[in-house]
């Protein structure tokens, strides 16, 4: 699955995928490519705000649910599209 509905700035696409075979740990991985670092700390504050202005708690629902993740940003490798 990938779409580019997102209106925020700096955003180019994403994709969800779900492990179909295999031992890995986790069952779904997202990706979101953005444009640069820039955009990438702006969808970082706007989230962080509309979390904040309707009474979201994400990490308070993660562990209430006991969902795990491993979040971090990655980057292309060097001579790779």
């Not at 955003?11 to 991985?29: D, I, K, M, S, T």
């Not at 308070?60 to 940003?73: A, E, N, P, S």
Request: include cysteine; aromatic fraction near 8%.
């Amino acid at each position: 699955m990938s779409a580019s509905g997102c209106r925020q700035p700096g955003f180019v696409r994403h994709h969800v995928l779900e492990q179909v075979a295999g031992p890995g740990e986790f069952n779904v991985v997202t990706f979101v490519e953005w444009t640069d670092k820039e955009a990438i700390a702006g969808a970082v504050e706007a989230v962080r705000n509309f979390h904040a202005a309707v009474g979201f708690d994400g990490p308070g629902l993660t562990r209430r649910l006991g969902v795990r993740g491993d979040i971090d940003i990655y980057a292309t490798l060097p001579g790779r599209p």
